[in-house]
């Protein structure tokens, strides 16, 4: 009895060391967009869209877990794989769209953070610059180790919406009911939301990013399985806490016919139908997520593009060691937080193109990763079976149709 | 492509003579790996029949020339055919004329199992590490050089011109920096690195070490502790490739100056015998700092394998405490009975199969192995070869105990300005020393904890 009780805590441990990566990508996903889609979806269509995070959770084990496969295997990012395999050429386009996608995304991060800032009472011009400099400062001055555990607390802040789920007193039955049976309606409304729910879960630069970190951690091929629980958890977890919202704005703003528009809309409306510490902890979430993603995104996009053109990589480096790296770095971060302080900036049609661009690239990337995944010189024996060949090119059908129909939806929503 | 024969002059890493071509008529022809790459390949007929994919190049004296070329056909279902170079006509910029009809070519689906390294697949885009700097870098373009019909790899390009090359941007690029500045620099360097600094990192599928072209290539020139730092750059498998492609010596520098981790994990992938033998090769106290990490059972097992001698003085180490005098100290020393002569210490001295030890102090010890004293060379070379040991010793030797603390040893060292300080059990005996690179580690491990701290505290 007393072996597998030791085993236990030995692959425990193994496993929080290995953790971090997964859950950390995965939890970005939630981001200050994602929870806008969340909380409309909850709020026009209540329970009934619960059952799409079953799917969505299936897709991003998939793709995320080929990242975590090859980043263990091959001990390279996917740019790196990317500019090795298929050349210069290739990888420098990717970039460009990739700089441009994660600008744009970086841009409504700080959205978030503005609107937020707003909530609390804050002048924005405060906020936004205050945070700006510190999400610089956390990576200029941080080593990978030290900015990996402060990510890791801020997956923990993700709670908030879990506490202001229940706060919201939801019901359970209802809930549990919806999130099996799926409720399909065919007209455009309903069909439209769950594009925009599906459709933000993969989007090209987290799977640069989680490949990238895992690589960084240098975890070796025997505990590869416990990287692999790592994107599991992950993908759960994440999932979960989108339920949440979905559910908060479900039990309170569904059930008073309440219409919002964004993130921002739907804490106002919740502050009188569930109390103040919901609409805190709502408030609180949405900082949350949106200035933990404001890090990871310019972070990521750094990265892969210093890997794909052969520059000096690192958040254990110097600036001079480095100069690639930190003036893209900061570029992004102060280019997203400028454009959300100027006068009448409109967040339209910066959606789109940060929807635009995810939609270029996004089959690209897939593709790519399909056939690095296959390439058995790289992956010797950790190449994919046929049933996960099948899956994944699935995965990646759907997702490149989605993320086309939601360009198209949100340009004729706005238009 | 006269005008690219201007290049060789500003280069950074001087061309040796040996590659200018032998008839003086023609002047040495450059050209790049991309300016070649996707070219139309003509056969014997004058038909088209591929396009240049790759080149096979294999050692030769300094810089490896090419041996074969591999081309490729179809779309999306690729096929490659292996060309001797013996069959190549003529080779430029625009295409390459085959000696031989395409019919005679053989299309094989795979083409990435060879075990020479190859331009296309091993070099162009790869990391590999430039041991004239000191890093690793990934190469943007190959310059290579045209000797009797053959290619030589002269130079490696890592500039961003090689870049915006690649990318067919460098002539707008030129001629815009031109428009602005025709001075400037930017059109007049050439950032090629030769070849010889180049050690490529490319992983040979069979026997997995790293393919070279020549064995062992500059890593001796580069001091260990960057080679070190280099390691630690490249990816575990390259990590694990190189570290096997690698002589004992290199091996035992690098294994001296990386983490534990990274330790462990390359000595998980070599034999036992090699482990013995790289431990065999480095410095008694870092072998101790190594095998005190390991579990017992693993380290017994290690120790069995090895020389008995040193694996009993090791295992003697592995019982002190780490930051103790006797975990401290290494063993590798010089030490002479008293009543010998200073003409015959000189003697012996010269004779010593040298290994790593320090060489500031010359201990002198009775039969028992008592420390008496120390001396040092100055002292000996002016003695009279006739004088005994004992009669140059200094005053007074000063010394520390198996259990004294890093404090009181650095102490004493500073005080008394010690390069390195012996070590003697209780009884006198002499039983290693302690030298100012090893205190000056774990002073500087103290005083960084203790700078976190000033940091951290106002904080809170």
């Known amino acids: 009895m007393t072996l597998p009780k030791k085993n236990f805590w030995r692959n425990l441990i193994i496993f929080l060391s290995v953790m971090g990566p997964g859950i950390i990508t995965a939890n970005v996903d939630n981001d200050a967009g994602g929870i806008t889609t969340y909380s409309v979806a909850g709020a026009h269509f209540g329970y009934s869209l619960i059952w799409s995070f079953i799917p969505i959770i299936i897709a991003l084990v998939i793709i995320q877990e080929m990242c975590s496969r090859m980043a263990v295997v091959t001990g390279k990012g996917l740019a790196d794989l990317i500019r090795e395999e298929f050349g210069v050429k290739v990888t420098f386009y990717a970039m460009i769209v990739l700089i441009f996608s994660n600008l744009f995304n970086t841009i409504s991060e700080f959205a978030g953070i503005a609107a937020s800032a707003e909530l609390f009472g804050i002048n924005k011009f405060i906020l936004v610059p205050l945070c700006a400099i510190f999400i610089w400062w956390l990576i200029v001055k941080g080593t990978y180790k030290s900015v990996e555990k402060i990510f890791l607390l801020a997956c923990l802040f993700y709670l908030s919406y879990v506490l202001s789920g229940f706060l919201s007193k939801p019901n359970w039955k209802e809930v549990a009911q919806s999130s099996i049976r799926p409720a399909l309606h065919f007209d455009k409304a309903y069909l439209f939301m769950l594009i925009g729910v599906i459709g933000t879960t993969i989007a090209p630069w987290m799977q640069f990013y989680q490949q990238s970190s895992v690589v960084e951690k240098g975890i070796k091929i025997e505990d590869y399985k416990f990287a692999r629980w790592d994107v599991i958890i992950g993908a759960f977890v994440v999932n979960a806490i989108a339920i949440f919202i979905v559910v908060v704005c479900a039990s309170t703003l569904f059930k008073h016919g309440i219409r919002i528009e964004t993130a921002k809309d739907a804490a106002e409306a919740l502050r009188p139908l569930a109390g103040d510490y919901c609409f805190y902890l709502f408030a609180f979430g949405l900082f949350n997520a949106s200035i933990f993603s404001a890090c990871i995104l310019p972070l990521s996009t750094a990265y892969s593009v210093c890997e794909g053109m052969g520059w000096e990589v690192g958040v254990n480096r110097r600036f001079r060691q480095a100069p690639q790296f930190y003036t893209l770095y900061t570029l992004i971060i102060a280019i997203g937080a400028a454009v959300i302080l100027l006068p009448n900036v409109k967040l339209v049609p910066i959606m789109l193109i940060s929807q635009a661009t995810n939609g270029i690239l996004l089959p690209f990337v897939l593709i790519f990763m399909l056939l690095l995944i296959n390439n058995k010189r790289l992956m010797g024996n950790f190449t994919n079976s046929k049933i996960y060949n099948i899956l994944t090119i699935i995965v990646i059908v759907a997702m490149i149709t989605l993320s086309i129909f939601l360009f198209f939806a949100t340009l004729g929503v706005h238009a | ?460």
């Not at chain 2, 162009?124 to 030589?152: A, E, G, P, S």
């Not at chain 2, 030769?194 to 490529?200: A, Q, R």
């Open chain 2, 1 to 460: 492509m006269n005008e690219k024969q201007n290049i060789i002059n500003p280069v950074k890493n001087e061309t040796p003579s040996k590659l200018s071509p032998k008839d003086s008529s023609s002047l040495p022809r450059f050209i790049y790996f991309s300016e070649l790459l996707d070219k139309p390949v003509i056969d014997k007929n004058g038909d088209f029949s591929a396009t240049i994919y790759d080149i096979i190049i294999k050692p030769a004296e300094v810089y490896p020339q090419s041996c074969a070329m591999i081309i490729r056909k179809g779309f999306p279902n690729r096929k490659y055919a292996f060309i001797p170079w013996a069959s190549i006509e003529t080779l430029d910029k625009k295409e390459a004329c085959l000696k031989i009809e395409s019919a005679e070519l053989k299309f094989e689906e795979k083409h990435d199992n060879r075990e020479e390294l190859s331009l296309r697949r091993d070099i162009l885009d790869q990391q590999v590490v430039d041991t004239h700097d000191h890093k690793v870098i990934r190469i943007n373009d190959i310059h290579l050089l045209f000797v009797d019909r053959l290619l030589m790899v002269a130079h490696v390009d890592m500039s961003l011109r090689g870049l915006l090359r690649r990318l067919g941007f460098e002539k707008l690029i030129d001629f815009l920096i031109r428009l602005i500045n025709k001075n400037n620099p930017y059109l007049k360097t050439e950032h090629l690195i030769s070849w010889k600094y180049i050690h490529p990192l490319s992983i040979n599928p069979a026997s997995m070490t790293i393919k070279v072209d020549v064995p062992q290539k500059q890593f001796s020139t580069i001091p260990a502790a960057d080679l070190g730092e280099i390691f630690l750059e490249i990816n575990i498998k390259h990590q694990i490739a190189l570290f096997k492609s690698l002589d004992i010596l290199t091996r035992a520098r690098i294994f001296t100056h990386i983490d534990f981790k990274t330790q462990k994990l390359m000595v998980e992938e070599i034999p036992d015998k090699e482990i013995t033998e790289l431990l065999n090769n480095i410095p008694s106290d870092e072998a101790t700092d190594f095998l005190e990490k390991l579990p017992k059972s693993r380290v017994n097992q290690l120790l069995s394998l090895m020389e008995n001698k040193y694996a009993k003085k090791l295992s003697e180490l592995i019982g002190y405490s780490g930051d103790s005098a006797g975990g401290l100290m290494t063993t590798e020393y010089m030490a002479y009975l008293e009543n010998m002569t200073v003409g015959s210490t000189l003697k012996q001295t010269k004779e010593r199969v040298f290994k790593v030890e320090p060489a500031q102090f010359i201990y002198v010890v009775d039969e028992k192995w008592h420390l008496v004293g120390a001396t040092n060379f100055r002292r000996l070379i002016l003695a009279n070869p006739e004088d005994q040991l004992k009669s140059v010793i200094f005053p007074k030797t000063y010394f520390v105990n198996l259990e004294s603390g890093v404090k009181e040893v650095a102490y004493l060292m500073e005080k008394y300005k010690y390069y390195a300080i012996p070590v003697v059990d209780d009884n006198n005996v002499l039983q290693g020393i302690i030298t100012i690179d090893d205190i000056l580690s774990q002073l500087i491990a103290i005083a960084w904890r203790r700078l976190k701290k000033i940091k951290v505290l106002p904080k809170q």
